[in-house]
Nanobody
Framework: QVQLVESGGGLVQAGGSLRLSCAAS????????MGWYRQAPGKQRELVAT???????NYADSVKDRFTISINNAKNTVWLQMGSLKPEDTAVYYC????????????????WGQGTQVTVSS
């Protein structure tokens, strides 16, 4: 009942930048957290960055000072500005959101996007 649509992935050289975006739609009453995770081949999915609706952020140590997460709460949209990209940032990046949907009674939701590929060449 909540769909997340990502965009902005692609191929970039090491040191370059990319901006990912993710828009949530559906029967959303409120969103508690939105964020980004990534999964490289042969590895587990890992947290990249999350932001709570009140603005609290959480970054993986590997991306601190290089990536910035931002949210437009009114539009249920989250962005991930990635800079100083490294080959080890290569992965499929997934958007995630959790919150409450408009049902009777209201109930929580957690949703994932379909993923967008980010490839950083050396």
């Amino acid at each position: 009942q909540v769909q997340l649509v990502e965009s902005g992935g692609g191929l970039v050289q090491a040191g370059g930048s990319l901006r990912l975006s993710c828009a949530a739609s559906g029967s959303i009453f409120s969103i508690n957290n939105m964020g980004w995770y990534r999964q490289a081949p042969g590895k587990q999915r890992e947290l990249v960055a999350t932001m709570a609706s009140r603005g609290t952020t959480n970054y993986a140590d590997s991306v601190k000072d290089r990536f910035t997460i931002s949210i437009n709460n009114a539009k249920n949209t989250v962005w991930l500005q990635m800079g100083s990209l490294k080959p080890e940032d290569t992965a499929v990046y997934y958007c995630h959101a959790d919150g409450v949907i408009v049902t009777i009674p209201m109930r929580p939701f957690t949703s994932w996007g379909q993923g967008t590929q980010v490839t950083v060449s050396s």
